[in-house]
């Protein structure tokens, strides 16, 4: 082969080397329907199948996790005939390994679905992780390792987030904050949603810790069927710190006894029945 032509082709080879080295796969994340999330969350829980999921019909409004799961939600609006006493949001799984922290959130829209009167105007958020959840095996962090629950951007966290986890938790991966708060698409759309909604209680479900911690103004819940009030104080980033602290939106934070094991069903309706009368009592009260 001629001199210029070796040249040329060597070149060219190289310049495809480069290329391909350069190039990663590209991975386009698949964004997922609501029926493929149900039928996902469907084969992952013990006491939630999909047609208990797909049944509430739940909506997405562009919120996505880093996997590409649709972040659902269903609201409970105003009646025409009664004017709301406030609003409220629940959600669940923010911890991907608290099955029964989102399996119980379908059992109480099951009776919101049968029992809603217009008494408040609610936003149910059953699953804030989906992929914690449902990866093959379930983790309390989002798909970047990072603890939502730590990612909120409260007051603190610029000088206390990272430090408390490196000090405090000698790096526990299961604690860790983010590299900055807000970092992740799931809580910056749960953020979003407080800002839109403008909620009078944000209710977020946990386990296994069996107990009711409170944060914000107003008085908290004693008890929620048989779960008692125990004051934990707050971490940097975490929900009750940034919306109960700075926002001043009163969190009840209910964690369940167990996170593998549901509450029987008795017991699933005396927590609702607690909530909803606490909830009645103190939100007038917030509203002024
Ligand atoms: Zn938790």
Same mark, same amino acid.
């Given at each position: ?5 070796? &040249? ?12 391909? #080295? ?26 939630? =199948? ?16 880093? %996997?590409? &799961?649709?972040? +659902?939600?269903? /609201? ?17 799984? !923010?911890? @991907?390994?608290?099955? #029964? ?5 379908f059992k109480w829209m099951d009776k919101l679905n049968k029992h809603h009167s217009g008494l408040f105007h609610w936003t149910v958020i059953p699953c804030l992780n989906p992929d914690g959840l449902l990866q093959r095996k379930? %983790? $309390?962090?989002?798909? =970047?390792?990072?603890?939502?629950? $730590? ?22 991966? $299961? $604690? ?7 970092? *992740?698409?799931?809580? !910056? ?6 800002? *839109?909604? %403008?909620?009078?209680? !944000? ?6 810790? &069996?107990?009711?911690?409170?944060? +914000? ?20 980033? #975490?929900?009750? =710190? ?23 069903? @008795? ?12 909830? &009645?009592? *103190? /939100? ?5």
């Amino acid at each position: 082969m001629p001199i210029p032509y070796l &040249r040329f082709t060597l070149t060219l080879l190289l310049g495809l080397l480069s290329l391909l #080295s350069v190039a990663e796969p590209h991975q386009d994340i698949k964004r997922r329907t609501i029926t493929e999330l149900c039928y996902e969350i469907g084969n992952k829980l013990g006491s939630v =199948n999909e047609e208990d999921c797909l049944k509430q019909d739940l909506v997405q409004n562009g919120g996505y996790s880093k %996997q590409g &799961r649709p972040l +659902g939600y269903k /609201i409970y609006p105003p009646l025409s005939t009664r004017k709301p006493l406030g609003k409220v949001l629940l959600m669940g799984g !923010i911890h @991907g390994d608290e099955y #029964s922290a989102i399996s119980i959130m379908f059992k109480w829209m099951d009776k919101l679905n049968k029992h809603h009167s217009g008494l408040f105007h609610w936003t149910v958020i059953p699953c804030l992780n989906p992929d914690g959840l449902l990866q093959r095996k379930a %983790q $309390r962090q989002n798909a =970047n390792g990072v603890d939502l629950n $730590r990612n909120f951007p409260s007051k603190d966290w610029d000088d206390l987030a990272l430090k408390y986890w490196k000090e405090r938790t000698y790096k526990n991966p $299961r $604690r860790f904050p983010g590299d900055r708060p807000l970092s *992740e698409s799931e809580t !910056i759309w749960f953020d979003k949603t407080i800002k *839109e909604f %403008q909620p009078d209680v !944000i209710i977020a479900v946990h386990a296994p810790h &069996r107990l009711v911690d409170f944060d +914000g103004p107003l008085r908290a819940p004693k008890r929620l069927g048989n779960l008692q009030l125990r004051l934990l104080g707050t971490y940097p980033g #975490s929900l009750g =710190n940034y919306a109960g602290g700075d926002l001043g939106i009163p969190v009840v934070t209910v964690e369940l006894a167990s996170a593998g094991i549901m509450p029987s069903a @008795g017991e699933i309706s005396r927590m609702w029945v607690d909530i909803v009368r606490w909830l &009645r009592t *103190e /939100i007038p009260k917030a509203r002024g």
